[in-house]
């Protein structure tokens, strides 16, 4: 768990998109005005995605005031949560869950593997600022080991020529991967976790 | 295969949607509820289902519906815990995305038995991307008038919000939850009082796992004594499994409960066996917080009687020779598998989750990783299991929520059972430095027994 917010590369002030601002009050519609605070969670989700899958002390000064909270109520919360990321990552992180049912079924290669290829170690991000490595805890989804979550997809069943695959297709691709992104097959993941 | 009350379905084509999935009976227990019950007849069905709470504490849900406050004028909620962080458990996930109105429409007879106007499904943040798809699923009930207002001219309203956490295992952890849900640090409160008196935003509240809600449906469908008449004794009904490690075919499946161990795990319907046809070593039968078996005890107890895939015959023999259903978070160990790797692993994970409250719990877990790191890596002397006894000890009780207990119980369970493989990890430092010795080199299995 990330724990400083003092990342001071983060002076850049921020505000939301036209379209995150009316997320965010489509969120904060699903609670009862006197408790609206209940929405930062989802919103602090949405700034993040908008402001290159990070979150700096202006977002979460901005996210503050749009709730009509003290700053410290959203820094607190922030500096919990292993999915809000305190400083700059790469376009995409690649989460590969390394707990016991996925290591029983080799998710250790798979991050040697992924660290060797990209020249990083797990919480590092590549010079070119195009991957950041992280090993995740239990992502829900042992039955389809080892796996890694990209933004919003679950990549499951992997060996090492698939994660190779990924990795060229990642590399080519414009948009960055967020965890707030509409994943496009109608089939949603597509995933197995059934045999 | 036995029956199948939650998946029956859940591979048809376009079951997703509302259209197939009412075309495949869904939604109607909703009608029988709404239009032939009162909320009492209800929740009288689910008592007498005996349904327990699938989470893992296996409480019973009628009990704890009953339990619910209801203060004149004050609003009451109920949250579906879709958390799903226990590792080993998928099977929530699997719900919800591939029949995500079977959870909806558990909800609305659920809500209507409590007087419960509005519902939260708390998803882990990870399944972002179930979530929308929940959300989507949501837009089509309301759309067709099973949410909203005056749910078919029965008076009866009911609001169902999706809310997406952000990484956090003690979010799990129903206090933990609600605070979370109230935008805040997701850190266990103190008990009493309980949810069912000051929940969310302080006012009464449920908290019920997926799976639980799930099964409401069958349950109104058919009736609670029907329901009843699936299983053994108090552990009545199907459960899902989410099974994974060393077996054939990992995988969620559905089992009427009292299913032998050993058939669930060898039978070409569920497991399919052991994987790399080597032999077995150990199961965690409930997600990782529960006690590790050895082979000795995973197939018949210590008194030598088939172990049932039940919460009482796993359970029994207590810590000592038995383990737990827990979340049915199941994953099988082959004799590849190294037993200090993998509580070391575990101790990693619950550091890494403690949410740093109470001291024992959050000293406590930074010193068992610390510890089974030394076992790990060829550093540590034999007299430092004691050591890590002694610190597993101090943590179990004496700790705001059962965070503690689960992550000193599986180190205790492994001593207990593995003492042998630790001593070997304290006395073969340069064999055990290469992570993959047991693959290489499985450690042998002592003579003993458990008879007794
Ligand atoms: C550390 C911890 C983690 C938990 N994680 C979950 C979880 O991910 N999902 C869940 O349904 N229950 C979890 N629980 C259990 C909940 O606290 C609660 O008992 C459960 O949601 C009640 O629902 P049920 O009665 O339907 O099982 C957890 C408990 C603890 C102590
Ligand atoms: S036992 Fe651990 S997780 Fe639970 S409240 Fe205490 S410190 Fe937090
Ligand atoms: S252990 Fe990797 S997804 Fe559960």
Redesign the interface.
């Known amino acids: 768990m990330e724990r400083s917010t003092t990342n001071h590369t983060g002076i850049k002030p921020f505000a939301f998109s036209e379209q995150g601002l009316a997320e965010c009050r489509a969120i904060m519609a699903r609670y009862p005005e006197q408790f609206r605070k209940s929405a930062l969670i989802p919103i602090l989700h949405v700034a993040q995605s908008e402001h290159d899958g990070w979150l700096s002390v202006p977002v979460m000064n901005t996210v503050a005031d749009l709730l009509g909270i003290q700053y410290i109520e959203v820094y607190e919360v922030a500096t919990f949560y292993s999915m809000f990321h305190l400083h700059p990552v790469g376009k995409h992180v690649l989460e590969v869950c390394h707990t016991a049912p996925c290591m029983l079924r080799g998710s250790d290669d798979l991050i040697e593997h992924i660290g060797k290829r990209l020249g990083i170690k797990p919480g590092e991000t590549t010079k070119d600022g195009l991957f950041t490595l992280k090993a995740a805890e239990c992502l829900g989804s042992c039955g389809s080991a080892p796996m890694l979550q990209c933004g919003a997809k679950y990549h499951e069943h992997l060996t090492i020529e698939k994660v190779d695959q990924l990795i060229e297709e990642l590399g080519s691709k414009a948009e960055r991967s967020n965890y707030t992104d509409h994943l496009d097959t109608p089939a949603g993941n597509g995933t197995t976790a059934s045999a | 295969m036995g029956r199948q009350l939650l998946l029956e379905h859940i591979n048809k084509p376009g079951i997703?949607g509302l259209e197939a999935y009412r075309a495949n009976g869904g939604y109607r227990s909703v009608e029988k509820a709404l239009k032939t019950m009162s909320p009492e007849a209800v929740l009288e069905e689910v008592k007498k289902s005996g349904l327990r709470g699938r989470g893992g504490a296996g409480f019973p849900a009628g009990m704890k519906w009953s339990f619910l406050a209801k203060p004149e004028g004050v609003p009451r909620h109920l949250v579906v815990n879709a958390d799903?962080?226990?590792?080993?458990?998928?099977?929530?996930?699997?719900l919800m995305?591939?029949i995500p109105h079977l959870l909806i429409e558990g909800i609305i007879p659920s809500c209507f038995a409590m007087g419960v106007n509005t519902a939260?499904i708390y998803i882990?943040?990870?399944?972002?991307?179930?979530a929308?798809?929940l959300e989507q699923a949501i837009g089509e009930a309301r759309a067709a008038g099973w949410l909203g207002r005056n749910i078919l001219g029965s008076g009866f309203d009911l609001d169902v919000?999706v809310?997406?956490?952000?990484?956090?295992?003690i979010c799990g952890e129903e206090t933990a939850l609600l605070e979370?849900?109230?935008?805040?640090?997701?850190n266990p409160r103190i008990k009493p009082p309980f949810p069912a008196v000051k929940g969310l935003?302080q006012r009464p509240t449920v908290v019920n796992n997926v799976e639980t809600i799930c099964a409401v449906v069958p349950i109104v469908n058919d009736g609670g004594e029907e329901y009843a008449k699936i299983g053994i004794g108090k552990s009545t009904g199907t459960k899902l499994i989410?099974?994974?490690?060393?077996i054939k075919?990992?995988?969620?499946?559905e089992i009427e409960l009292g299913v032998p161990v050993e058939e669930f795990i060898n039978s070409d319907e569920y497991c399919?066996g052991i994987s790399g046809g080597r032999p077995l070593k150990a199961c965690?039968p409930g997600g990782?917080s529960v006690p590790i078996l050895p082979a000795e005890l995973i197939y018949r107890t210590a008194k030598f009687e088939t172990r049932l895939m039940t919460y009482e015959s796993l359970s029994d023999g207590g810590f000592q020779t038995g383990s737990m259903l827990g979340s049915g978070?199941f994953?099988v160990?082959n004799d590849t598998?190294c037993i200090v790797?993998?509580t070391w692993?575990?101790s990693r994970?619950y550091h890494?989750?403690s949410?740093g409250q109470c001291s024992p719990c959050r000293e406590g877990t930074g010193w068992m990783e610390k510890i089974l790191y030394r076992f790990e890596h060829g550093l540590a002397r034999t007299d430092d299991i004691d050591l890590l006894w002694d610190v597993q000890r101090r943590i179990e009780g004496n700790t705001i929520c059962p965070f503690g207990d689960a992550a000193a119980w599986p180190v205790a369970a492994s001593i207990r059972h593995f003492r042998h493989e630790f001593e070997y990890h304290a006395t073969h430092p340069t064999k055990v430095k290469d992570?993959k010795h047991c693959e290489k080199e499985p450690i042998p299995f002592p003579e003993r027994s458990y008879a007794g």
């Not at chain 2, 799903?84 to 699997?94: A, I, L, N």
């Not at chain 2, 979370?180 to 997701?186: A, F, I």
């Open positions: 997703r799903e962080s226990e590792p080993g458990t998928f099977k929530d996930r699997y995305e591939r939260y882990r943040g990870e399944y972002f991307y179930v929308r798809i919000h809310h997406v956490g952000a990484g956090a295992y979370s849900l109230e935008g805040k640090r997701g935003w989410s099974a994974s490690g060393h075919k990992p995988g969620v499946y399919g965690i990782s978070g994953y160990f598998a790797r993998a692993n575990h994970f890494h989750e949410c992570p």
